[in-house]
């Protein structure tokens, strides 16, 4: 089936540091990907997407390319603060299911330290 | 508003006893989902709905189930709550573009 593996479980950085999150999907036919991102206390949120390949999707100033040939969706943003603290889960959909049904990773906690 | 809303937020439980978890959404999506939250395990899967009555099994549908009578509500039941049901609950809804709106939460503990 479908999956998507987020390598780093928990990432700490400094304010202004430079973030890369890891994310790779497995999926039959072309997915569309997904970034969402959960503050403490709060449910998860959209945060962009991207549907074909090459293609970058952006948002609060994070941003993601769609790698199809190494199959990634990496999350990027050139300068972190302390209130990027959060959960941010990568997910694709579309693939061998509908849109409706989402796969999710399992999630990569950010700690922002001023 | 685009807002889900869930109820109660907080509940603790003894072992046994029936659990009720509700939502709500102001969108008229025709989807909504209910998944747990797990240190480690990331958002899993209970049930997905895709419109009134017309509820289908998520990943983890064991030890739940689901109602749904009204586009805008959607009910998660948990019949003789059990101490490994402890967890965060999150409902969601969307309109199948793959952007899901989720509630805050429902944290119950089962004592």
């Known amino acids: 089936g479908d999956s998507v593996t987020q390598t780093e479980g928990q990432v700490a950085l400094s304010e202004e540091d430079f973030l890369t999150i890891h994310c790779n999907y497995s999926?039959?036919?072309?997915?569309?990907l997904f970034w969402y991102v959960q503050y403490p206390g709060e449910g998860p949120q959209f945060l962009f997407r991207?549907?074909?390949?090459?293609e970058k999707g952006s948002s609060r100033g994070f941003e993601a390319t769609y790698n199809k040939e190494t199959t990634s969706f990496h999350l990027q943003k050139a300068s972190v603060q302390e209130s990027d603290s959060a959960v941010y889960y990568c997910?694709?959909?579309?693939?061998?299911?509908?849109?409706?049904?989402?796969?999710f990773g399992q999630g990569t906690s950010l700690s922002v330290v001023p | 508003d685009m807002k889900v809303t869930q109820m109660p937020r907080y509940l603790i439980k003894r072992m046994g006893e029936n659990v009720l978890l509700e939502c709500g959404q102001d969108m008229s999506h025709e989807t909504m989902y209910w998944y747990r939250q797990d240190p480690g395990l990331g958002l899993q899967l209970i049930y997905i709905s895709y419109d009134v009555d017309s509820n289908s099994e998520g990943d983890i549908p064991k030890g739940y189930r689901v109602s749904r009578k009204k586009r805008e509500h959607f009910s998660l039941i948990l019949d003789s709550a059990k101490t490994n049901q402890t967890s965060v609950y999150f409902c969601?809804?969307?309109?199948?573009?793959?952007?899901?709106?989720f509630g805050e939460g429902s944290k119950l503990t089962v004592l």
């Open positions: 999926a039959s036919g072309y997915p569309a």
């Open positions: 969601a809804s969307s309109v199948n573009t793959g952007q899901l709106y």
């Open positions: 991207a549907s074909r390949d090459k």
């Open positions: 997910a694709l959909g579309g693939a061998s299911s509908s849109f409706s049904k989402l796969v």
